[in-house]
């Protein structure tokens, strides 16, 4: 969590900027998430990812579905991915230095 109440399924950083990935996997997933309350943070610029993409299996969300801002990445069957839409950035301050930190520390609380 980088929110309050909105988990990161895959977080990365380059060029100081953080990108979030939301995976997701039937139809019914990605309807759900599309309604959440994060989407109008990203909307007006306060959500701390700087990108937002969506991972999903070949073909379930067609591009003209996902948000203006947001990424698509198809995977197929053999792991290999393909972007079908770029991400705009939805929020221009670099935010990787302050949110890896914050990951990095709950992730070290996980240990086994």
Known sequence: YIHKRYEIDLASSKNRYL???EV????PDFMRDIKKGKHK???RGT????????VCPWG???PSEVPKYAGLYWVNSFG???MKKRP?????VPQRDKYMYK???KLDRLRY
């Open 19 to 21: 990108h979030e990935d």
């Open 24 to 27: 997701k996997v039937s139809r």
């Open 41 to 43: 943070l990203i909307e």
């Open 47 to 54: 959500y701390p990812a700087n990108y937002f993409s969506y």
């Open 60 to 62: 379930l969300v067609m």
């Open 80 to 82: 290999s991915v393909r």
């Open 88 to 92: 705009m950035k939805i929020n221009k």
């Open 103 to 105: 990951i990095a520390k």
